[in-house]
């Protein structure tokens, strides 16, 4: 509330209050309206306070705008993450310990190098089955279903996973708990008993994955996106099919294993309420005796980005299209990292951002939009300005996009774009290592894809000596419009405008290859 505005109610209260207590008292009379001559003063004071008190509280208001604005902010502390102790054994092993006493919790990661992007083009998918059988089939000693209801028992969880980039095994437990789901942890580490019963499991939700895969129109842009950008026989861009299901056997898995569980390919991560001499004691004498293997050899790529052209998915049963123009981003070790991050803030970073007001708000051409130069650890992300809009709107909202990305490349950030896009940047920054988990996990992160452990420490600095002049740099560096593709899901018949007036037409073709095991052919 203004100064006026609490001034008014005061002076409101003070009028009810005077005339109340003049009509209480029996002494004075009701004065009766003037007939003529110049009007009762006890009628007319209030009337000239109020009007002084908004003359003082206007003058007030002009004297100080938006008092808000003068409360000062502090700058911001010295980032300093909490440190976790990182131990290599002499096998190559590497340890991470991070101590948090807040819960009588424990909980462990263990990272082994190698992927998706490493297993065979004849057989993608393998390392996705391989993640999901290696826990639902147990070890030698414990079913997987019996490791179930044990841990159940205990409120404690064991998982393992397959990524692009590398396998998991993850466990979770009281403090209590630890040494019994450890020593199954270890053993489901160590001694893996893959089962036929599981893979086929495993083989059956995968394979109803892909006979849904064209059923939701989002689902499909972003496929084909993948497609595009990295290109089909890219581990990045291709897809499991039924013949490459169908080929993997636990023969593959047991060959997996061997050749990536070795101490000098793993890294593991602990924390939680515990003592860092005795677990580190514990977990030398676990891990250390274990022989150095061959360690999956790092990942080398090329990408050459998507072809530029129009590419389109015609699907009749949709009213509305999935619009996304796409391109190479970057890698987090680019130099520009910092000034590409500012930029993408400005593009796209959110409500105020100059993709969301001028294409959805001032236009009203999209129900969502957004965007997002990507980076990733050790291969190029994904540069992507992606939006929903209605069929008749299509291509009035795909050249709205493409107009704001030639913007980035003539129109400079203002001041006020580049200190709210900082601002956000290490606003948000902040609350991504705001607990010791967090700062584990990043730092876990960058050891895995070897980047130094003052990485994040580099950061806030970074950001904050971005430049407008660096912010245009990188825009006219980085992206070019001719090196673009369009990407269109949608009902072409429902487009009021035809996508060919956006440049030639490449019409996808969706179709899933083959037959899944006792079922139709699929279309």
């Known amino acids: 509330m203004n100064l006026f505005s609490r001034t008014s ?3 409101s209260k003070t009028v009810i209050s005077t005339e109340q207590s003049e009509w209480r008292d029996p002494s004075i009379s009701p004065v009766a309206p003037p007939t003529s001559g110049a009007p009762s003063m006890a009628r007319l004071w209030p009337w000239v306070g109020l009007a002084t008190a908004f003359l003082v509280a206007s003058t007030t208001q002009a004297q100080s705008p938006e008092p808000w604005k003068q409360i000062p902010v502090p700058p911001l502390h010295a980032f300093k993450p909490a440190e976790p102790t990182r131990i290599e054994l002499p ?3 590497v340890i991470f310990l991070q101590e948090d006493h807040e819960l009588p919790f424990i909980s462990g990661t263990i990272l082994i190098r190698g992927g998706s992007r490493d297993e065979p083009a004849a057989k993608t998918g393998l390392v996705s089955l391989y993640g999901q059988t290696w826990r639902t089939s147990g070890t030698a000693t414990a079913d997987g279903d019996i490791l179930d209801d044990r841990l159940e028992a205990k409120a404690a969880t ?4 397959g990524g692009v980039a590398l396998t998991t ?3 979770s437990s009281l403090k209590s708990d630890f040494d019994s789901v450890f020593t199954t942890t270890v053993d ?3 001694h893996p008993a893959f089962k036929a019963d599981k893979l086929q499991l495993a083989k059956s939700q995968m394979e109803a994955g892909i006979a849904r895969r064209n059923d939701d129109a989002s689902g499909i842009a972003a496929r084909e996106a993948s497609l595009l950008v990295y290109g089909p026989k890219s581990s990045y861009g291709r897809e499991a099919q039924y013949a490459t299901v169908d ?8 060959s997996w294993h061997d050749a990536t569980v070795v101490p000098n390919n793993i890294i593991l991560a602990v924390s939680g309420d515990f003592d860092p001499a005795a677990m580190e004691a514990k977990l030398r004498s676990t891990f250390g005796s274990l022989a150095r293997g061959k360690a999956t050899p790092k990942f080398k790529a090329d990408f050459t980005g998507p072809k530029p052209g129009v590419y389109v998915v015609d699907k009749k049963d949709v009213n509305q299209s999935n619009v996304a123009i796409l391109g190479l981003g970057t890698e987090r070790n680019n130099p520009d990292y910092y000034a590409l991050s500012v930029m993408n803030e400005i593009f796209s970073g959110g409500f105020g951002s100059r993709l969301f007001q001028d294409v959805r708000t001032k236009l009203g051409l999209a129900y969502q939009v957004s965007g997002a130069y990507g980076s990733s650890y050790d291969h190029p992300g994904v540069f992507e300005v992606t939006a929903s809009t209605k069929s008749a709107s299509t291509v009035a909202a795909t050249q709205a996009m493409l107009d704001e990305i030639g913007k980035l490349k003539t129109v400079p950030p203002t001041p006020d774009e580049l200190r709210k896009a900082k601002e956000e940047q290490l606003n948000s920054f902040i609350f991504r290592y705001d607990s010791p988990d967090k700062t584990l996990n990043e730092q876990v992160t960058l050891a895995f894809f070897g980047y130094p452990k003052d990485f994040l420490e580099k950061y806030k600095t970074g950001i904050e000596s971005v430049t407008a ?4 740099r990188v825009a006219n560096k980085y992206i070019d419009a001719s090196k673009l593709a369009i990407l269109v899901v949608g009902n072409q018949s429902e487009m009021t405008t035809p996508v060919s007036t956006l440049g030639k037409v490449t019409t996808l073709d969706i179709t899933i290859p083959g037959t899944p095991p006792g079922g139709p052919p699929q279309q």
């Open 91 to 93: 096998n190559g092993l």
């Open 158 to 161: 064991i998982e393992t996973g």
């Open 9 to 11: 109610q005061a002076l």
């Open 188 to 190: 489901l580490l160590l």
């Open 469 to 472: 002049a660096d912010v245009s």
């Open 247 to 254: 080929a993997v056997t636990l023969a593959d898995f047991k």
């Open 169 to 171: 095994m993850s466990w």
